[in-house]
């Protein structure tokens, strides 16, 4: 499987730099763990060992209150060569058909999701139903029906569900959003969100609207949906969409190649966005208001995030995103610790009901008012 999120395609990296670079001097001696920690740990279970299983696995090496201890996979072959790399016990690996009986071991505490978009709701009810946390990749489902059943199952089972929203924790990020909560912006008028790449594999899973549940909104789009919201502070109450489709081989019915697509929200301002798989080099947000400016490219790649607002560059530390989403769950499993900007399923839901209005947008071709 591919790398789950070719950012740094756009970027004219290979897709080998895109696994290793996260792990390599971008982050070195940068993340904010705590040596010394004697706290807790999370011990996780990685569903679905593919490209960014397999990156976020590399990255965890590194966390200090979070540790892989599981894998489950349909293919025995990833199992086993994941148990020597990574000294995973026998007990603690499955495959699809007996992963149920996680919920008899006692050494995990939470299954990461980390399959095609398709396949994530069933798996985190039947996390749930194990009695373990669940942690999803985003998108968290394919609609918000299907996300408000894995809220709904989650509660029901006393659990935790989380989302891999890892920008949520990167340190660029959070100080754009402290400069605009702290109104160094002033009043907020208007965000722009572009995220694209040229998609490779016309066999990949992410062009299969069943596996994938769409095309490139549900891949990258969600980034600038997300970003959306936390940039601005506000949740659109209407969306209109434009969809262009140039090449009806590879992007076939209801996997979309590129969507254009605005946000209004409660204070006036508006939002634009982009995205694409026909075109690279896309990773941008701009915020504008009265008084200043930010503007960050790349803004969610997995390497080094740059930025820049109307007082300077931002120069917070390098982090390896993964490994500080992993700890920051650790503390939010175990310490209901509360991050600036959510990661729970609610959020994710959020997002979900976005793109389902979009995708309505482009259909009906009107303004849809939306209710978050």
Known sequence: MN????????????????????????????D???????????????????????????????????????????????VKAWQSKYGIPEKNCYNYENFDNIKNNPDIDAV??????????????????????????????????EGQAMVDACKKANVKLLVGYRMHFEPKT????RMRQSGEFGKIRFFQGQ?????????????????????????????????ARYMTGEDPVWVTAQETKTDTVKFKEGVDETIQFQFGFPSGAVASCLSTYNMNNLDRFFLDGEKGFAEMQPSTGYGPIRGRTHLGELN?????????????????IFKNKQPVVPVNGEEAVKDLKLIDAIYLAVKTGKKVEVSL
């Open 174 to 177: 959070l100080e754009v959003i």
């Open 112 to 145: 990461y999701v980390i399959t095609p978009n398709g396949l994530h709701h069933d798996f985190v009810i039947r996390t749930a139903a194990a009695g373990k946390h669940a942690i999803c990749e985003k998108p968290m489902a394919v609609n918000a029906q």
């Open 3 to 30: 790398s789950r999120r070719d950012f740094l395609q756009k970027l004219g990296l290979s897709a080998l730099a895109l696994q290793l670079a996260p792990l390599s001097g971008w982050a070195a001696g940068a």
């Open 316 to 332: 917070q530390p390098i982090t390896t995103h993964q490994t500080v989403q992993m700890d920051e769950m650790a503390d939010i």
């Open 32 to 78: 904010n763990v705590e040596p010394h920690y004697d706290g807790p740990l999370l011990r996780v279970a990685i569903l679905g060992l593919g490209g960014y299983g397999t990156m976020v696995a590399e990255a965890m090496q590194k966390c200090t209150k979070a540790k892989l201890v599981g894998v489950v996979s349909g293919t025995p072959s990833k």
């Open 195 to 227: 995220c694209g790449f040229t998609i490779g594999d016309p066999t990949q899973w992410r062009l299969n609207k069943k596996l994938a549940g769409g095309g490139s909104m549900m891949d990258i789009g969600i980034y600038a949906i997300n970003g």
